[in-house]
C-alpha cells in the first residue's frame, strides 16, 4: 500500500516536472521566434539605433542597413555597398544615415531615408562628428580637436544612454539650416521635451557633466574603462 502511495507521489512529481519543462521551452521558443534575425550584441553603438517602434542596424561588413519592427520582423533594407555609412539614427517617421569625410573638405554627408529606405533628403554639414535623433529632431555633434601635432579631431562614442550635440532641427524641416544649441542662465537648453546639459568642452549633452566620468566627457577612454560607465 505505501509503496503504491510512493510510486503515485512519483508520478506526480515527473508530471510537474514535464508541464514546468514544456512551459519553459515555450517561453524560450517565444522569445527566439521574437527576436529572430534581431543581432542583440554589437560592435558599436553608433551602428545601430531603436525607438519604440523599430531597429535599425547597419551590417557588420556595411553591405546593407536593416530595420526591423519591435518584433524582429524585416520593414526594410538598403544596400549600402557603394556608400558604407558610419552611423545611422532613428527618428518618429524616418531615419538618417551618417557619412563621415564624404569630400576632399572632410565634411559629412546626412542622408534621410523612410522607413521603406525610400530616399527623401540629404545635406553636407561641415565639422559633422557625430547624429542622434530624440522626439521628431536630429541632433548633431561636432569634432573636437586634439591639442596635439597630430590633427586628430576626436569625438565621444555614445557609450552611455544619451548623446552629445551643438545644433539641431527639426526632423520634418531637414535640409533647412540646423540651429545652434545655446544655454540659459542654469547652463541647460531645452528643444522640445529634450534636456540639455552644457559642459564646459563645449557641447551639449543629455546627461549632465560630473567632472571627468564616464559617460560626461570628451576624455578618451579605454574598452576596460566602460564598466564604471552607464
Avoid at 531645452?190 to 540639455?196: K, P, Q
Wanted: hydrophobic fraction near 35%; include cysteine.
Amino acid at each position: 500500500m505505501k509503496n503504491n502511495q510512493r510510486f503515485g507521489k512519483l508520478h506526480i512529481i515527473i508530471l510537474v516536472i514535464l508541464i514546468l519543462s514544456v512551459i519553459l521551452i515555450s517561453i524560450l521558443l517565444g522569445s527566439r521566434q521574437k527576436n529572430e534575425g534581431v543581432f542583440i550584441f554589437y560592435d558599436y553603438s553608433n551602428m545601430l539605433s531603436e525607438n519604440e517602434n523599430n531597429m535599425g542596424i547597419i551590417d557588420r561588413k556595411n553591405n546593407k542597413v536593416v530595420i526591423f519592427d519591435n518584433l524582429g520582423n524585416e520593414v526594410s533594407y538598403l544596400d549600402t555597398k557603394e556608400g558604407c555609412p558610419n552611423q545611422i539614427a532613428l527618428g518618429q517617421d524616418s531615419y538618417f544615415l551618417l557619412y563621415l569625410w564624404c569630400n576632399e573638405r572632410d565634411e559629412g554627408k546626412i542622408v534621410q531615408y523612410d522607413y521603406q529606405s525610400n530616399k527623401m533628403k540629404e545635406c553636407i554639414v561641415p565639422n559633422l562628428a557625430t547624429i542622434a535623433s530624440r522626439e521628431g529632431y536630429l541632433f548633431v555633434g561636432n569634432w573636437k580637436k586634439r591639442e596635439r601635432e597630430d590633427g586628430l579631431y576626436p569625438y565621444f562614442y555614445p557609450f552611455y544612454n544619451g548623446f552629445y550635440a551643438n545644433s539641431y532641427i527639426a526632423e520634418n524641416e531637414f535640409g533647412s539650416e540646423f540651429e545652434k544649441l545655446f544655454p540659459n542662465k542654469t547652463e541647460i537648453c531645452m528643444v522640445g521635451d529634450v534636456e540639455l546639459y552644457y559642459h564646459i568642452e563645449g557641447y551639449f549633452s543629455t546627461e549632465p557633466a560630473w567632472g571627468d566620468y564616464l559617460g560626461t566627457s570628451m576624455g578618451d577612454f579605454t574598452v576596460k574603462d566602460r564598466v564604471y560607465g552607464f
